[in-house]
T-cell receptor, first 115, second 114 residues
Framework: DQQVKQNSPSLSVQEGRISILNCDYTNSMFDYFLWYKKYPAEGPTFLISISSIKDKNEDGRFTVFLNKSAKHLSLHIVPSQPGDSAVYFCAASSALQTGANNLFFGTGTRLTVIP | DSGVTQTPKHLITATGQRVTLRCSPRSGDLSVYWYQQSLDQGLQFLIQYYNGEERAKGNILERFSAQQFPDLHSELNLSSLELGDSALYFC?????????????FGPGTRLTVL
């Protein structure tokens, strides 16, 4: 049962425009959400996170929005750059509730930024 | 470079065989996690160790086992291999077990079962 879902397998965006990647989750015990970025032949690398007590977190060109009532989060990248082309994974944790900080991952969205 | 190393990078074996995947965490990290990524799937959590002790368990098959040694490196043992075990296996490490302890991932071991 996939508790974290990324329904768009791929997304193409022009350089300089905004990229919006979406993620939905089903487990209401999730209290911490993360985005990871993955290049080919490498492991995922942490990008940005948000606690369930917030609805927005910003770090440079990256902003994550959380809508708890809709169980939905999104990652905005603006402006998008060719180097942002990668697979983006949404992940969630229920560490506060369960004491275990293992992550539940979505299936990923492949972002292509076109120069 | 995340500082997490995994060996081997690639492994090709036959059904019914047993293999061992190895992971060295970042210096100072006490927590090690194993994840499996099958084709077109997200990473699935298998098991976590913290300072030598099993901390959390995911959907890890009984044919799979892991351990963390006193020097904190970890091994994932996969036995009676089946075709469906073909996947990328990632190891990650973090300083501790708090939710905001960032997990750093190794490059993965690609296992192919023929």
């Amino acid at each position: 049962d996939q508790q974290v879902k990324q329904n768009s397998p791929s997304l193409s965006v022009q350089e300089g425009r905004i990229s919006i990647l979406n993620c939905d989750y089903t487990n209401s015990m999730f209290d911490y959400f993360l985005w990871y970025k993955k290049y080919p032949a490498e492991g995922p690398t942490f990008l940005i996170s948000i606690s369930s007590i917030k609805d927005k977190n910003e770090d440079g060109r990256f902003t994550v929005f959380l809508n708890k009532s809709a169980k939905h989060l999104s990652l905005h990248i603006v402006p998008s750059q060719p180097g942002d082309s990668a697979v983006y994974f949404c992940a969630a944790s229920s560490a506060l509730q369960t004491g275990a900080n293992n992550l539940f991952f979505g299936t990923g969205t492949r972002l292509t930024v076109i120069p | 470079d995340s500082g997490v190393t995994q060996t081997p990078k690639h492994l090709i074996t036959a059904t019914g065989q047993r293999v061992t995947l190895r992971c060295s965490p970042r210096s100072g990290d006490l927590s090690v996690y194993w994840y499996q990524q099958s084709l077109d799937q997200g990473l699935q959590f298998l098991i976590q160790y913290y300072n030598g002790e099993e901390r959390a368990k995911g959907n890890i098959l009984e044919r799979f086992s892991a351990q963390q040694f006193p020097d904190l490196h970890s091994e994932l043992n996969l036995s009676s291999l089946e075709l469906g075990d073909s996947a990328l296996y990632f190891c990650a490490s973090s300083a501790g077990t708090l939710r905001n302890n960032e997990q750093f991932f190794g490059p993965g071991t690609r296992l192919t079962v023929l």
